[in-house]
């Protein structure tokens, strides 16, 4: 069993291209193949499975539709039971997008490096791809640039080389349907696995029809993910601006050395900064390491922050003396904003 990499397909409802791809496959000699009926209707698409048996593929089945995410699971226990001292598998669509070729290409790649992740990446600018596929697959690829810092050419390949220890940790991560995928990519970061991308050809059948990827509900799933980040700096951000108004309304008429807008800011992000720190180590970054390193370079990241909107208020204020403070805090926050979870992504919670 030893460097056996089996290929791993899930199927809902597949054509006559999943017939079409194993064949491919038995040819090229690339196996063995374990195929997911993710909850398809057997008396419409039994004969489809029947035949994926006869050439060879270990069918597992869904009694109901539960999700890529799930089929891959199932598949993963599978493989990690059934072929003990794999290097990891290949998973590929079954769609007819990904060739034998490339699959093959990820193959090699995994063996070449056992603990990396292998990603079989398209080229979108190439044309006659679908508009949603470019649209979404771009997209997808700059916000995760943008919240994690990681430059992954193609967020959304179904064709995938995973090691036999990450499936191990797959097999509890979360996420049942599409977004079990970009989570995947999330759990590298914070694993230090690396990322091998291996061009692949970018094939769309019939305008890819085929896929069962809704691109607004499947999306909204995926971004999902993403929201956390954004919530736990716009609570923190609403909470230090409300509290900011009150403390300015308080103190404006009380004589302070430092200035009743510094006071506000510092009173106000004392509070903000607590309920913060507490959000993103428990929820956003999941926080595994030594709370108190995290919470004294999360201290002076935000005393640092404090200062610079403070500071900057006031000097804003001085010059455009009948605008209201607030007003002027927001904008200067919202850029505070960007360097501060660029610091906490990559410095106090990394």
Do not use: W
């Given at each position: ?134 649209f979404g697959n771009k997209t997808t690829s700059r916000v995760m640039k ?53 061009p692949i050809r970018t094939i769309y059948l019939e305008e890819n029809k085929s896929s ?139």
């Open positions: 069993m030893e460097n056996m990499i089996p290929v791993i397909i899930p199927a809902y409802e597949p054509d006559e291209k999943l017939i079409k791809l194993m064949e491919d496959l038995n040819a090229a000699g690339i196996g063995p193949v374990v195929v997911v009926d993710d909850g398809s209707f057997p008396g419409k698409y039994g004969e489809i499975f029947d035949k994926v048996r006869e050439l060879g593929a270990k069918v597992l089945v869904h009694a109901v539709n539960m999700g890529k995410g799930r089929g891959l699971k199932t598949a993963f226990n599978y493989c990690l039971t059934e072929y003990p001292g794999i290097i990891g598998v290949v998973t590929a669509d079954s769609d007819g997008q990904h060739t034998p070729e490339d699959i093959k290409k990820c193959m090699d790649a995994l063996r070449e490096n056992p603990k990396a992740l292998v990603l079989g990446v398209r080229d979108f600018d190439q044309s006659g791809i679908p508009a949603r596929s470019v943008l919240l994690t810092g990681m430059s992954i050419s193609d967020t959304q390949t179904g064709l995938r080389g995973i090691s036999a220890e990450f499936m191990k940790a797959l097999l509890t991560e979360k996420g049942e349907r599409f977004e079990f995928e970009t989570n995947m990519l999330l759990d590298i970061k914070e694993l230090g696995i690396k990322i091998v991308e291996v069962h990827f809704n691109p607004i509900k499947d999306s909204i799933r995926i971004y999902a993910i993403f929201f956390k980040f954004l919530f736990s700096s716009l609570s923190s951000a609403l909470v230090d601006i409300v509290l900011f108004t009150v403390f300015c309304a308080v103190f404006r008429k009380v004589p302070v050395v430092i200035g009743y807008i510094m006071l506000s800011t510092i009173l106000a992000r004392v509070i903000s900064a607590i309920y913060n720190f507490s959000v993103n180590y428990r929820v956003v970054f999941k926080g595994k390491g030594s709370k108190k390193s995290a919470a004294v370079k999360y201290f002076i990241l935000a005393v640092f922050i404090m200062l610079a909107s403070g500071g900057a208020v006031s000097a804003i204020c001085s010059v455009l003396p009948m605008v209201p403070e607030t007003l002027i805090k927001i904008p200067v926050d919202c850029i505070l904003f960007l360097f501060s979870f660029y610091m906490q992504r990559e410095v106090v919670y990394k």
